[in-house]
């Protein structure tokens, strides 16, 4: 009796969990992330960059902007804070941003940005079609919220931990404290 109770406990939080994992893709706008999510773009030395330049390194993507009042600059510090936290652990890990405002966001600007929240990030940015591209792959959506200069970016702040071998490994939500960003990619790491 006691087995069937525990069967039947166990199928009900497996289906949960698949229907929160369903929920949490619709979420992001209905497109389910690419097993390698391939993308070209651009680096601050004008270089094309694809997602085979990083093979052998562990990514943590993030698309944003720099003009960003607020969530962009807390994601990226969470970044970095939990890079401090993982230490050495973290020399294979390589922080990206992709700019999803190729329009502000110039090489100059980005570099400049990123280098604010850590010497090893990198901002790729590119043309719109290539963003558009790149963010579908990883089911990132953004859009624009008004007119002429003076105008903000909507956008998803989740990041994405990418193995050495180009597959999306995990997408963690937007507001993971550091420590909790460097616990999953630990256990990710493998320690
Ligand atoms: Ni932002």
Redesign the pocket.
């Given at each position: 009796m006691r087995n069937w109770r525990k069967a039947i406990v166990a199928l009900a939080v497996v289906a949960v969990l698949a229907g929160f994992q369903l929920q949490h893709l619709l979420g992001s706008g209905g497109h389910q992330a690419a097993a390698v999510p391939r993308f070209t773009l651009t680096d601050h030395h004008g270089r094309t960059i694809t997602e085979a330049e990083y093979r052998g390194q562990y990514l943590l993507i993030y698309f944003?902007?720099t003009f960003?009042p607020d969530?962009?600059p807390t994601s990226l510090s969470t970044i970095t804070e939990a890079l401090e936290i993982l230490g050495t652990r973290a020399d294979t890990i390589v922080p990206i941003l992709i700019s999803v405002d190729p329009q502000r966001d110039s090489t100059e600007i980005l570099t400049d940005y990123v280098a604010a929240f850590s010497p090893r990030m990198v901002g790729l940015t590119g043309t719109p079609e290539q963003i558009e591209a790149a963010a579908q792959q990883f089911g990132a959506i953004y859009a624009r919220n008004g007119d002429g200069t003076d105008y903000t970016?909507d956008?998803s702040?989740s990041i994405y931990l990418i193995a050495p071998d180009g597959r999306l490994v995990t997408t963690i939500p937007h507001g993971t404290p550091p420590r909790g960003l460097a616990d999953m990619v630990a256990l990710k790491l493998g320690g």
């Open positions: 944003g902007y960003c969530v962009c970016m956008h702040a």
